[in-house]
């Protein structure tokens, strides 16, 4: 069945780094383009970026331009996010989706705070 697994999240401090990987299984990964969205407290789950099958077309909320990258390997089923200049507003559960098969992980927590 579909499974994605989102790695990398924790604890750092504002203006610190943090990778998270989401690793896909179930599905031919190559065909799908993938997203990641996050949660904060007591808020809704919005888009933080998007990117296409081969890669070649990405997506940012507004919020993260500039800061973060999503990129892929498809070779390893792999998505990912590279977030950069973090900000304590930056705080949630990351989620790594699949929009068309509709799956989502189980999310990983990113705290930042000093």
């Known amino acids: 069945q579909v499974q994605l697994v989102e790695s990398g999240g924790g604890l750092v401090q504002p203006g610190g780094s943090l990778r998270l990987s989401c690793a896909a299984s179930g599905f031919t990964f190559s065909r799908y383009s993938m997203s990641w969205y996050r949660q904060a407290p007591g808020k809704l789950r919005e888009l933080v970026a998007g990117?296409?099958?081969?890669?070649?077309?990405?997506n940012y909320a507004n919020s993260v331009k500039g800061r973060f990258t999503i990129s892929r390997d498809n070779a390893k089923n792999t998505v990912y996010l590279q977030m950069n200049n973090l900000k304590p507003e930056d705080t949630a559960v990351y989620y790594c989706h699949n929009p068309q098969t509709g799956s989502w992980g189980q999310g990983t927590r990113v705290t930042v705070s000093s």
């Open positions: 990117i296409t099958s081969f890669g070649g077309s990405t």
